[in-house]
């Protein structure tokens, strides 16, 4: 299912792409949610507020684990999909999708890193959320700037669903499981310090590279702040917007 044409064709489509060659998978993971009294007893804190790690989740955006710097806002480098196993009007577990299409969704830029808010840290997002309900076999395509959580599954019940993301041949910065996994550690520590060309080691966009824009430039300042960004700012896109 995580080779299916139709959904390599799908995400092609969705980014633009002339040819399904272009794409490149970076993740497929299987994940099971229970409904029960969180049996693994891992538990996110955030802002003091509990979260269980099998059902209810705050809202976030992917690209955190995902991605070495910051989603383009008109230039997008990935799709997600969620396949789901299950019916969720059975198993309960929806998916909670906030449309990026208002203004309030909009204004938040850059994402902050690690992205996970909660009903009091903002409530607007939460007052946007819509539910996806989805039978077996339903396909969910989102980017990963979108805000979004899995909700509580059903006492008794048990959600499968399918991860899969595909990124750009290009996008080298989009990853999973690789350097991308201690965003929140040594590595985003250290990224400050390290030279252009040793940033381009990891798969960090190079100096010239299509991504860099003004906009892309103070995000990934956000998320890597004493970072030295004059080297990303000779860019055609970035000189002509100065």
């Not at 684990?65 to 789901?84: A, G, K, M, R, W």
């Not at 798969?203 to 300042?221: C, D, H, N």
Request: a neutral charge; proline letters at 7%; charged letters at 20%.
């Amino acid at each position: 299912m995580t080779l299916e044409p139709r959904l390599i064709t799908a995400a092609a489509q969705l980014l633009g792409e002339t040819s399904s060659s272009n794409l490149r998978l970076t993740q497929s993971l299987l994940w099971a949610k229970y409904g029960a009294d969180n049996p693994l007893g891992k538990r996110w804190v955030v802002d003091g507020e509990r979260f269980d790690h099998g059902g209810d989740q705050p809202l976030h955006c992917d690209f955190g684990d995902n991605n070495l710097v910051h989603p383009p806002e008109d230039q997008y480098d990935t799709v997600s999909c969620i396949v789901f196993l299950d019916d969720s009007s059975v198993t309960g577990g929806a998916t909670g999708v906030v449309p990026r299409d208002n203004e309030f969704v909009s204004s938040i830029w850059p994402l902050p890193s690690p992205s996970h808010q909660t009903p009091t840290s903002m409530p607007q997002l939460y007052e946007r959320e819509h539910g996806v309900s989805a039978t077996r076999g339903t396909a969910f395509l989102y980017r990963h700037d979108t805000w979004h959580r899995g909700t509580a599954v059903n006492l008794g019940q048990l959600r499968r669903t399918l991860g899969v993301v595909y990124r750009r041949q290009e996008a080298e910065w989009v990853q999973f499981s690789t350097w991308t996994h201690d965003y929140q550690g040594k590595l985003k520590a250290a990224m400050p310090g390290f030279t252009p060309l040793q940033r381009q080691m990891l798969g960090f966009p190079a100096v010239g590279s299509s991504y860099w824009t003004p906009r892309t430039v103070e995000a990934v300042l956000g998320r890597y702040p004493g970072m030295d960004m004059t080297p990303y700012m000779t860019t055609s896109k970035v000189a002509a917007r100065m």
